[in-house]
C-alpha cells in the first residue's frame, strides 16, 4: 500500500503563510502527478494544485499568484507554500498521488488531510 503523511496545517491570520508538507511512502515504483485539493465545510471538494514528475504545475485561478507547489522526487514529498492567506482558503487540505506499485498497478492514494485555518 501507499501513504501519504501530510503536515504543516493551522491557524494563521490573513495576509500570513504556511507551507504544508506531505511525504509518501510504501509500496511505491513510480509517483506521478502529486498534489494537493481542499474541502471547505458545505463545499465540494476542489483542485488547489498539482505537479508532474517532471516538475509541470497547475493551480486553481483561487490561488494563482499567492501558492507555489514545489516537488522533491528523491524524497517522493511535495511542498505547498501558501502566501498572502485569505478566509476564503479555510478548508481542509488533502494530498493525493497517482503512483504506480511494485505489481505495476497504478492507484489513486490520499492522506488524511490538515486543516488550514485564516482568521480575518
Known amino acids: 500500500q501507499v501513504q501519504l503523511m501530510e503536515s504543516g496545517g493551522g491557524l494563521v491570520q490573513a495576509g500570513g503563510s504556511l507551507r504544508l508538507s506531505c511525504a509518501a511512502s510504501?509500496?511505491?515504483?513510480?509517483?506521478?502527478?502529486m498534489g494537493w485539493y481542499r474541502q471547505a465545510p458545505g463545499k465540494q471538494r476542489e483542485l488547489v494544485a498539482v505537479?508532474?514528475?517532471?516538475?509541470?504545475?497547475n493551480y486553481a485561478d483561487s490561488v494563482k499568484g499567492r501558492f507555489t507547489l514545489s516537488r522533491d522526487n528523491a524524497k517522493n514529498t511535495v511542498y505547498l507554500q501558501m502566501n498572502s492567506l485569505k478566509p476564503d482558503d479555510t478548508a481542509v487540505y488533502y494530498c493525493?498521488?497517482?503512483?504506480?506499485?511494485?505489481?505495476?498497478?497504478?492507484?489513486?492514494?490520499w492522506g488524511q488531510g490538515t486543516q488550514v485555518t485564516v482568521s480575518s
Open positions: 493525493y498521488c497517482n503512483a504506480q506499485r511494485s505489481d505495476g498497478n497504478w492507484g489513486l492514494f
Open positions: 510504501g509500496n511505491i515504483f513510480n509517483i506521478d502527478a
Open positions: 505537479i508532474t514528475r517532471s516538475g509541470t504545475t
